[in-house]
């Protein structure tokens, strides 16, 4: 059994992890970590994780871009294993993540879901087939009112995904409100609309002449997101330092 300490238990998404976990007997959260303590739990939640004594295996991470930092400190120190979900992160953190890499096992994905991830791949052969005929690229991502990032982490992902398999061509345009010109073919346009309790939608739209593409993923639940990372917590028990992400898993 995989023991997890899930960092940031008592948000939505660490709600979510708690109900799903439960009901698999393969892994078992042993403790939470989170500031506020108005929910209980059937386990143990501290305040801080440097204050947690309790055993675990891997840390589930579904927290704020401000905490993630302290989470790094911790796998330094501890030499643990991580899987960071929470997403809006800063160059910085992103670069502490890279080095902790080095000496723990980490596993980070902008999105947990496995359909979303199995897109990506779709993408990458989409892309190369059709942007040498001329298609224009557009990425629209969709979200509740309630989330702080924009674009969401996903779209940015699909984007890069597609990007480098074209060699890093394109260059990402997010508003065009105050440029007056065409559109240039290099350009991969990435739109944010927020509204509502939208899960999250995201539509990869291929315009050619007299022909249009779209390829889409619609989250209608938070728990695709939870089974993907705790599918992740389980992949990452016992392995070697690396950065490793969704697509490991599912190989």
Partial sequence: MVNILMNGCNGKMGQVIT?????????C????VDVYDGIENSYPVFPSID???VGFDVIIDFSTAAVVGKVIDYCEKHRKPVVICTTGLSD???GRIEELSKTCAVLRSAN?????????KLLKQAVVRLAPEGFDIEIVEKH???KLDAPSGTALSLADAMNEEMNGAYEYVYDRSGVRKKRDKKEMGISAV????????????????????????TAYSKKIFAK??????RYLCGKAPGMYDMSDVME
């Fill in 19 to 27: 109900e799903l976990v439960s009901q698999d007997d393969s892994v």
């Fill in 29 to 32: 959260i042993s403790a939470g």
């Fill in 51 to 53: 204050e947690v004594n």
């Fill in 92 to 94: 910085d953190i992103l």
């Fill in 112 to 120: 947990m879901s496995i359909g979303v991830n199995v897109l990506m």
């Fill in 144 to 146: 509740h009112n309630q």
């Fill in 194 to 217: 927020r509204g509502g309790n939208i899960v999250g939608e995201h539509d990869v739209i291929f315009a050619g002449t007299d022909e249009v593409i779209t390829i889409s993923h």
């Fill in 228 to 233: 993907g990372a705790i599918a992740g917590a």
